[in-house]
Structures are given as structure tokens and as C-alpha cells.
């Protein structure tokens, strides 16, 4: 089994900052890229930002410029650093990997449970 498990999320008034993380635990081989989601109120799941095992990055127009991802792959951990946080980045936020369990087995997507951010005006 794998475990994706994320922390960091709260309530922050505008302007403000959080820093999100995600430990993948269990029984991994290795982990190919890690994304971040979100989801809105009323709304569809929306990809954030992703991340490569090499660092390769990329975000949704909305975050960029306030929004980094990264990642240590030692932990199998990724984190997203939000700055400049907005009403609009309210939403529950997922983290997902591409997790491979053993050396024949294939990359298989796996989901955390979310955490809640919630930006105030």
C-alpha cells in the first residue's frame, strides 16, 4: 500500500502565506512526477503545479509568480510554498503521485486526502 499524506493547510488573510507538504509512505519502488491540486466550492479538480523527479516545473497561469513547488525525493515529499494568497486559492487542496511499488510493477496515480486552505479578505 501507499499513503500519500498532506499537512499545512489553515486559514490566512490576504496577502498572506502557507506552506503545504505531502510524504508519500509505504511500499515504493520510486516516484515519478508529483502534482499538486485543488478544488473549489462548486468547482472541478483544478492541476496547480507539477513537479519532475529531475525539477522540471510547471503551474497554472493563476499561481504563477506566487506558487513554487518543490520536492525532496530522499523523503519522497512534495511541498507548494503559496505566497500572495488570494480569496480565489480557496479550496481543498490534493497532492498526487505517480508511485511505482516494485521494479516490474507500473507508475500508478495515488491521491492524498486534502487539506483545506481557506484565504480570507
Known amino acids: 500500500q501507499v499513503q500519500l499524506v498532506e499537512s499545512g493547510g489553515g486559514l490566512v488573510q490576504a496577502g498572506g502565506s502557507l506552506r503545504l507538504s505531502c510524504r508519500a509512505s509505504g511500499s515504493i519502488f520510486s516516484i515519478q512526477t508529483m502534482r499538486w491540486y485543488r478544488q473549489a466550492p462548486g468547482k472541478g479538480r483544478e492541476l496547480v503545479a507539477d513537479?519532475?523527479?529531475?525539477?522540471?516545473?510547471s503551474y497554472t497561469d493563476s499561481v504563477k509568480g506566487r506558487f513554487t513547488i518543490s520536492r525532496d525525493n530522499a523523503k519522497y515529499t512534495v511541498y507548494l510554498q503559496m505566497n500572495s494568497l488570494i480569496p480565489e486559492d480557496t479550496a481543498v487542496y490534493y497532492c498526487?503521485?505517480?508511485?511505482?511499488?516494485?521494479?516490474?510493477?507500473?507508475?500508478?496515480?495515488?491521491w492524498g486526502q486534502g487539506t483545506q486552505v481557506t484565504v480570507s479578505p
Open positions: 513537479i519532475t523527479p529531475g525539477g522540471a516545473t
Open positions: 498526487n503521485a505517480d508511485v511505482r511499488r516494485t521494479t516490474i510493477s507500473p507508475y500508478s496515480p495515488y
